[in-house]
């Protein structure tokens, strides 16, 4: 069966074990705004991660998508030709948004820059519970050398940490690329539902920019807020990358704003084209590719939209949380193979 077509089997049967429906097989006429998006910025991701898909049904379409793409028709007419639109798992799907921070910092501790973010420990393994985000905040890494960073503000380290990667801008002008580099292996909680459950919040006034205020304006019961999250993130440096690149995803691939997707890969293989019909204030209609994923990133129907980098892909991302349709797009032979009834 191919060990792509086995996972992906494996995780239809699971999403389908407790459903009436386990997956769809759709045609593209299906797909709402599937002949307004210009799907040339989606082949062009793709084709950025395709050589690391080494499955057997995809190798011919990576060769023929480097040919692809010189007008918008021609990139619709490739997905159209070498692709089955699937749903799997049951709507409504529910989108959130990340995006890479740039923040400022120092590689030196001073009263600006008082606030660590750390280098993984070596002793930390994969799996492995290490101390909680209370211990670290209090200490527990300190006097180390660990520290990769000081920043200005301990609501941004958090947030930091929550997003997965950033721009540090240091005082002499450079800036410094971090990414996620493992977890304390404590479970992600949170924080906008804690806040629901102490009564500061409802459920739609909570969002990243509203943390944010919040712990700011409530400094003491703020920190004790984000650490109700025992989550904690390390990261490492990453190599120079060009400033138009975005940060580098779970493919070891810069990712694209408005293009790239973080997935629960249980259950939609990275690198896989994915249509998304996102609703909300701001709906979106358009071929993204599964390239990242996130701790908080559990489920057939669940993405994390890549909306860029700075302040203004930020205060986009942080208002997101909206239900919609996630179909992936699968070769055509591996489409039918999970689900011949479609």
């Not at 386990?22 to 797909?31: K, R």
């Not at 949380?321 to 009834?341: C, F, H, Q, S, T």
């Amino acid at each position: 069966m191919g060990a792509a077509r086995a996972f992906l089997l494996a995780a239809i049967l699971a999403v389908g074990a407790a459903m009436s429906a386990q997956a769809q097989i759709l045609s593209f006429h299906d797909l709402d705004g599937w002949e307004e998006d210009d799907q040339r910025a989606a082949l062009k991701v793709f084709q950025d991660s395709c050589d690391l898909l080494k499955e057997p049904e995809w190798g011919p379409i990576c060769k023929f998508a480097t040919q692809a793409g010189a007008s918008p028709a021609s990139a619709r007419q490739f997905f159209e030709l070498f692709f089955r639109p699937l749903v799997i798992g049951t709507p409504p799907a529910l989108f959130t948004g990340y995006y890479e921070p740039e923040l400022h910092g120092s590689l030196t501790r001073s009263p600006r820059y008082a606030w660590p973010i750390y280098g993984r420990p070596p002793e930390l393994r994969d799996g492995m519970q290490f101390h909680s985000r209370a211990a670290i905040e209090g200490g527990a890494l300190r006097g180390r050398g660990l520290e990769l960073a000081w920043l200005e503000d301990p609501v941004e380290v958090f947030f930091l940490q929550i997003q997965g990667s950033g721009r540090i801008r240091l005082p002499d002008g450079r800036v410094m690329r971090v990414g996620y580099a493992g977890k304390n292996g404590h479970p992600y909680r949170s924080v906008g539902q804690e806040m629901i459950r102490r009564g500061t919040h409802t459920p739609d006034q909570v969002s990243a920019q509203a943390i944010r205020s919040w712990v700011r304006s409530n400094p003491g019961t703020g920190m004790d807020l984000l650490d109700t999250n025992p989550s904690y993130v390390f990261f490492r440096r990453l190599p120079d990358l060009a400033p138009e690149k975005g940060p580098i995803g779970a493919m070891g691939r810069s990712i694209t704003g408005m293009r790239s997707l973080a997935v629960d890969p249980a259950h939609n293989p990275l690198g896989a084209p994915i249509w998304i019909e996102k609703t909300g204030r701001a709906p979106l209609h358009r071929l993204m590719v599964a390239q990242d994923t996130g701790g908080a990133i559990k489920g057939a129907q669940r993405a994390d939209i890549f909306y860029g980098t700075g302040d203004a892909a930020g205060d986009a991302a942080g208002a997101v949380k909206d239900g919609g349709r996630m179909v992936v797009l699968l070769p055509i032979d591996l489409a039918y193979a999970l689900y011949p009834e479609g």
